[in-house]
Every structure is written in C-alpha cells, then in structure tokens.
C-alpha cells in the first residue's frame, strides 16, 4: 500500500458500506481502493500532484462513501456524471477544477485502471446523438476523448502523486 498522508478525512466507514455503494453503481472495486477509502473517505492527500499526458494535475478530493446528502458523495457524483462519462467508467475523486480521476473498467473488467476524465468540451452522449446524428458507438468515441491514461492500478495511481514546490513558497 502507499504511504500517501491524508488530510481532512471524513473518518472510518465500514467495508459493508463500500460493498453497498458497489451493488448501487455495479461496479466492484479493486481492493486497494477499499482499503484507502475505508479510512480516508472525503479526504485531501498532502501530496497531491501528478501527470496526465505532461500537464501537472492535481488531486483534490476523496469521493465520500454513503453520504447521500454531500455532493461530494460517490454514488451521486456517479449518476449525477454518468450521461456525460463513457460507459464502464467509475468517478473516485475530483480536481479543484471539475475534472475527475476514475477507474476505467472498459477492458479491464477485474483491474480497471486509473483514468483522468477532463470535463471541458464534454456533452451528454444523448445529445451528441440527437443533435449531431451520431451513433451511440460514436458517441461513445467522442466521450473518450476527454479520457486520459494514469496508471495500472489505484496503489500505482497515489505511488504518482508528489508535491508541487511552488505551493511552498
């Protein structure tokens, strides 16, 4: 496991929550994942930089487990989300800026991977389809353009992150 420090956590939750929150979105998580968000659900990690593609992005927050009433929660922001991200795609933290880091189980059913989806330019695949006639696998296409490859697994994923030294000045 890594030995990113977090801060600002919303405390403990019960693994039959997180398995509830699974069966919500049909989605099972990988169990690094698990293990990270059981104890720091909600939470910031102190190091909080890492690359998509060379631009320096930054992770800002945990998505919450069961707590239906936040907007920061997982299942909200999965069905809130979901029309506008690719099919088998899971949110499981944000940026400051809107953008999300999710697992991508599209070809990777029993690992998925770790994927930055940036929301500029994103549309509902619905509307994509009705106003530009295109079909719902082009659609599909054109959503995945926002998507960019981060790592492997979730363990490689937080193994990423390191702290920009021009927040220290």
Known sequence: MSKV??????????????????EKIGFVFPMDY????KV???????ADC?????IERVFGTLLKINQP???????????????????KMVPFANDP?????????????ENPVVVFWEHEGAWEKEAW???RGLTEEQAEERAREN????????TDFLNLLYEDDEENF
Do not use: R
């Open 69 to 87: 009433d936040s907007p920061s929660d997982i299942v909200n922001n999965y069905h809130d989300i979901n029309k506008l991200l690719p099919k």
């Open 97 to 109: 800026a809107g953008n999300l880091i999710c697992f991508d189980y599209k070809d990777h059913e």
């Open 34 to 37: 698990k293990e990270c968000v």
């Open 147 to 154: 998507v960019f490859y981060v790592a492997d697994t979730f």
């Open 5 to 22: 420090k977090w801060e600002f956590t919303d405390g403990e939750v019960d693994i039959t929550l997180i398995n509830s929150v699974e």
């Open 50 to 54: 890492f690359d998509v593609s060379g």
């Open 129 to 131: 389809m009705t106003e």
């Open 40 to 46: 720091n659900q909600g939470g910031n990690p102190v």
